[in-house]
């Protein structure tokens, strides 16, 4: 593929049964955006419900046909957005509408696994809606947890519905599992499309701080907002790794949390991917997912890196210039233990 062509975004959408998906991709297709949208919508069991409950619209809906998306991410998922590759001149936009009990990271994987899938697509967003009425049935499941820990949007819906300090016990809820994401409140998934669609928050790294301020949630991949994307990326399913010190988590914290740091200098590259890969082989399972930039010694452009369990991502990004070097990564996750990570980062630095 023409490595000057432009990627198409992608907003997967995610949230319980209930939580407002459908409706807010009513408005989505409906409001006079100018966008020609593809929208992927699958819900559980055998009736589409969200195909009765969408009005009548001039954009094309791509069907995913038996059981939940994440069950199927291997077969239709990657038909049907090689079908759209096919098709790529009836759209300029793709909408993922998953189903209420969908783990997110299948689908996030599909984007990094495939080479083609990669190259004609870009994850611009994960936004998760939860019903602020009714989350406190739902926030013990693992499902709830990782979708809310994987959105880069949070929208908290049905506001109306609750008074202010039950909103305000909700969104206390929510970050301690995604303390970087962006939250909105909305009453029945009413919400600008500037909040929507074009968010490149996926990259975005704008909200990882200094190291002692990310140490509790965190909310999603992201890429860098100046990523120059290339041919020279790489992909990686972390099987085989040499197993180096043991830096792996440990069980300090059994539920969904993140870490973030943000330290000066530049690594060296040997030593970041033997511990980076040693992290995931040991550890893939509980580390939902990672996204970060790099300074790496003796390149001079930035290296984004992507991780959801054990598949990883290394893109090129823009030079540094006289910009100062850092690496910048945040890790999302079960049982994180911040300073084995934080070590383990130190040792990587020249």
């Known amino acids: 593929m023409n490595m000057q062509i432009k990627r198409i975004p992608v907003t997967i959408l995610t949230g319980f049964l209930g939580s407002g998906k459908t409706t807010l991709l009513n408005r989505v297709l409906q409001e006079a955006h100018g966008k020609r949208i593809a929208v992927i919508e699958n819900e559980f069991g055998e009736v589409s419900i969200d195909d009765a409950l969408l009005q009548e619209t ?29 098709r790529r001149s009836e759209y300029d936009y793709v909408v993922i509408e998953t189903t209420g009990v969908a783990n997110p990271a299948p689908v996030v994987q599909t984007f990094l696994i495939n080479e083609d899938i990669n190259d004609a697509f870009e994850i611009d967003a994960v936004i998760t809606l939860v019903d602020a009425k009714h989350l406190e049935l739902h926030i013990e499941s693992k499902e709830c947890k990782e979708q809310i820990a994987f959105a880069d949007v949070v929208i908290l819906n049905k506001v109306d519905l609750v008074d202010s300090a039950e909103i305000a016990e909700v969104e206390d809820k929510i970050r301690v599992l995604n303390k970087h994401a962006t939250i909105y409140k909305t009453e029945r998934s009413a919400l600008g499309l500037d909040s929507v669609l074009d968010q490149k928050a996926f990259s975005d790294l704008s ?34 790794h040499d197993h180096a010190n043991h830096l792996h988590v440990h069980n300090h914290d059994e539920d969904v949390q993140s870490v973030g740091f943000e330290l ?23 580390l939902y997912r990672c996204k970060g930039i790099l300074s790496v010694e003796g390149k001079t452009d930035r290296v984004i890196v ?13 030079a540094w210039g006289d910009d100062k070097r850092i690496l910048k990564l945040v890790f999302i996750g079960k049982n994180l233990n911040r300073d084995a990570l934080l070590t383990g980062l130190k040792n990587c630095l020249v």
Do not use: Y
């Open 58 to 86: 001039t954009q094309p809906i791509m069907k995913v046909s038996n059981g939940c998306l994440c069950c199927t991410v291997n077969g239709d998922l990657v038909k049907t957005l090689e079908d759209l590759i096919k």
């Open 207 to 240: 909200s990882v701080t200094e190291e002692h301020e990310c140490n509790h949630a965190v909310g999603g991949c992201e890429h860098d907002h100046d990523h120059d994307h290339a041919h020279d990326h790489d992909h990686n399913h972390a099987h085989d």
């Open 264 to 286: 000066a200098g530049s690594v060296d590259s040997g030593r970041f991917n033997k511990w980076f890969g040693e992290l995931i082989r040991i550890d893939g399972d509980n």
């Open 306 to 318: 992507q991780a959801v369990h054990r598949v990883t991502e290394t893109t090129k990004g823009v």
